[in-house]
């Protein structure tokens, strides 16, 4: 049984950075498709960053230059480390995976995680 599960989320003042977690079990981790996306309250769910296997296969324009995604695939875990971050940020975000070909961070997720909440406030 697939298993994502989040953590890192919390408390952090603007400008701060944090690191989420994404530990994954239950299918082929080294080359499966995997993702981050995040909601803030009240809007839709936005992708952010895909990588599959250790390879970035796409990212939002959102990330560019604050957001880094890595895997450790020894581990089976994907992180998100989030910098210079800003109140707009504050979501609660989700590690998601694909079984399927086509690994981007606008393709269709097979597997979700409960997400982990970022809130960003002085």
């Known amino acids: 049984q697939v298993r994502l599960v989040e953590s890192g989320g919390g408390s952090v003042q603007p400008g701060g950075s944090v690191t989420l977690s994404c530990s994954a079990s239950?299918?082929?981790?080294?080359?499966?498709?995997m993702a981050w996306f995040r909601q803030v309250p009240g809007k839709r769910r936005e992708g952010l960053i895909a990588?599959?296997?250790?390879?970035?296969?796409s990212y939002a324009d959102i990330v560019a230059g604050r957001f880094t995604a890595s895997k450790d695939n020894a581990n089976n875990t994907m992180y998100l480390q989030l910098n210079n971050l800003k109140p707009e940020d504050t979501a609660t975000y989700y590690c998601?995976?694909?079984?399927?070909?086509?690994?981007?961070?606008?393709?269709?997720?097979?597997?979700w995680g409960e997400g982990t909440l970022v809130t960003v406030t002085s």
């Open positions: 998601a995976a694909r079984s399927r070909p086509g690994c981007t961070y606008v393709a269709a997720m097979d597997y």
């Open positions: 239950g299918f082929t981790e080294n080359t499966a498709c």
């Open positions: 990588m599959h296997g250790s390879s970035l296969t």
